[in-house]
């Protein structure tokens, strides 16, 4: 194909030469700490607002690769592409089939378009998604480029007071899905949302970390990276990738100054524990294929005959098991006031941050912890935090 030098130039001047609007999708309850990491990640982002469930910033395009190299708790990251006010079909349409979608999406791509309306006229959304999906259909057939469906690219439409607005996601699959962890387990917990509650449990990894009721060892595998500073998006694709403003050795040089920050440990400081042989297996597997030996050490145990595996005070992270997911219809007191007993008799001094899927469950637990609201895969959950 004979490279469109007129496109070139007007993705330079659209796309890469300007600052961008951008968007990340978090869970509600960890925005917070979405943003803090969303500021340390470089001097040319800002971070704009925060809302219920996500994060607005601004920066050039390489912000928004840096943010899905490395951000541990966003979901996602969208890029702000066109906001317009439309009450009808026909207005709608015609703005969609009038955006410069060539300088975003990959040549002749009709993206999956996602759409939610709120006090809009326009509220049938999927009549909404139709009627893009049509009119970016129509816009390649002006540029003489034949539409195909693409899976890979997500527009997010959102429709508010009649305000539309037009996202494209650039990260693909959700950013939980690091690529590390191939294993499956009862009720994991997603990847953003341990790395989310280790940073607001307030985990250090100079300090021992112990996981006591690991199951695939979702927080173990995620302070190993915080650890060994391995950017989270480092074994995976993103569907920016695919863009016609996407710079590959932009990408590679991003990716080999995050892989120059990788750290060897001098011993493990990670202890992952489980009673399921399965569960531990895997993580074991799990920790050898991707070298984090130097940060983890998994073991096959019981918690309640465990004792601290270091003199020195760290964080206990427990995600035990509980409610829908694993026990319908049960609210396991007694196993709670166990895990209570155990904390207040032999870690005496150590952070905890503990998930309790049941308000009433809380007086079974040491008294003086934090109660976090959280949301975890639809359901509420407080997350307990503070010292033993
Ligand atoms: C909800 S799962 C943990 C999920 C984990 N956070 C993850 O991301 O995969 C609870 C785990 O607690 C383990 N467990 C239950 N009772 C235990 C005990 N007494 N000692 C250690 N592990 C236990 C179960 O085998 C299960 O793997």
Redesign the pocket.
């Given at each position: 194909m004979v490279p469109d030098d007129n496109l070139e130039k007007q993705i330079k001047r659209h796309v890469i030469g300007r600052r961008q609007s951008f968007y990340c999708t978090v869970a509600p309850g960890l925005e917070a700490v979405c943003a803090r990491e969303l500021s340390e990640l470089s001097d040319s982002l800002h971070v704009d607002a925060i809302d219920r469930g996500g994060v607005s910033f601004s920066g050039r395009l390489e912000d928004l690769y840096r943010a899905n190299l490395h951000l541990r708790t966003a979901g996602r990251v969208l890029m702000r592409l066109d906001d317009f006010k439309a009450t009808n079909f026909r207005q709608l349409a015609k703005r969609a089939a009038a955006f410069g979608w060539k300088r975003y999406l990959p040549r002749g791509a009709v993206p999956v378009c996602k759409v939610s309306t709120h006090q809009s006229r326009l509220y049938h959304s999927e009549a909404v998604a139709a009627r893009i999906g049509q009119a970016i259909q129509a816009y390649w057939e002006t540029q003489d480029v034949v539409p195909a469906g693409a899976h890979d690219q997500t527009l997010y439409v959102r429709l508010d007071n009649d305000r539309v607005s037009l996202s494209l996601d650039s990260s693909g699959p959700n950013l939980y899905r690091r690529g590390f962890k191939t294993h499956a387990?009862?009720?994991?917990?997603r990847e953003t949302a341990?790395a989310a509650i280790l940073d607001l449990a307030g985990y250090d990894p100079r300090r021992p970390l112990l996981?006591?009721?690991?199951?695939?060892?979702?927080?173990s595998l995620e302070a190993a990276l915080i650890a060994k500073k391995v950017a989270p998006g480092a074994l995976r694709t993103f569907a920016f990738m695919q863009w016609p403003a996407f710079r590959p050795r932009q990408w590679a040089f991003l990716k080999a100054a995050a892989a120059k920050e990788r750290h060897t440990l001098a011993s493990p400081l990670i202890f992952a524990?489980?009673?399921?042989p399965e569960?531990v297996r895997h993580l074991s597997d799990c920790v050898q294929r991707h070298g984090l030996e130097d940060a983890i050490q998994v073991t096959c145990?019981?918690?309640?005959t465990?004792t601290p595996p270091s003199d020195t005070a760290g964080l206990i992270v427990i995600?035990?098991?509980?409610g829908r997911?694993?026990e319908p219809d049960s609210v396991p007191h007694g196993?709670y006031s166990r895990i209570g007993t155990k904390l207040a008799t032999d870690f005496r001094g150590w952070q905890v941050a503990l998930l309790v899927p049941h308000p009433e469950l809380i007086t079974r637990l040491p008294a003086g912890l934090e109660p976090l609201r959280l949301i975890h895969g639809g359901l509420p959950l407080t997350l307990l935090v503070g010292v033993l």
């Open positions: 387990a009862a009720a994991p917990l341990a996981d006591p009721m690991c199951g695939a060892g979702t927080f524990s489980d009673t399921d569960a145990c019981d918690f309640f465990r995600n035990p098991p509980y997911r694993l196993f």
